[in-house]
């Protein structure tokens, strides 16, 4: 489960999303993100323009789709907007589900640029902003003391690696 620490059982390597600093566990960042403001086109069409979405006079028109795995407070702090995370409005604890919620019209949702990629590229979200900021949050593999010493382990390590290079 993201951002929790949880597994579901004991594994030779694991692909955690989180801001690292596990225990008990070696680390490797393999991937990192950046985040922007994204809605459906009938969504801006109804209540934009949002002009850059970098202000709190904009933010405050706009229903934000709410998220623990992408916070709110990284796009605040990025424009200097001083506003609390939301506390109320849809929210969602999967990243795809937040994504079509925008496409249905729920609001405006932070969209990582990797995973976000198929909405935007098929018109189904636009981005308010053409800032991204980094997103505290990344991919990493962990592993216990020793696994990569199997050379199964240490082979998919490398490949992971070279994959999302």
């Not at 990025?78 to 994504?99: H, K, Y």
């Not at 900021?133 to 962990?142: K, T």
């Amino acid at each position: 489960i993201p951002l929790l620490g949880v597994t579901a059982e004991d594994a030779d390597l694991e692909i955690r999303f989180g801001a690292g600093g596990y225990t008990g566990v070696h680390e490797l960042r393999i991937l990192s993100d950046e985040v922007f403001p994204v809605c459906s086109p009938d969504y801006l069409h109804e209540f934009g323009p949002f002009d850059g979405f970098e202000s709190a006079q904009a933010v405050a028109r706009a229903r934000l789709i709410r998220s623990p795995l992408e916070p709110w407070r990284t796009w605040f702090d990025a424009c200097a907007i001083d506003l609390p995370e939301p506390r109320t409005g849809s929210q969602f604890n999967d990243a795809g589900l937040m994504l079509d919620a925008a496409v249905a019209g729920f609001g405006v949702a932070l969209a990582r640029s990797k995973l976000g990629l198929a909405w935007l590229d098929s018109g189904r979200l636009i981005r308010l902003s053409p800032r991204a900021v980094a997103s505290p949050h990344h991919h990493y593999v962990c592993w216990k003391p020793g696994a990569l010493e199997r050379w199964e382990c240490a082979a998919f390590v490398d490949w992971l690696k070279l994959a999302l290079a």
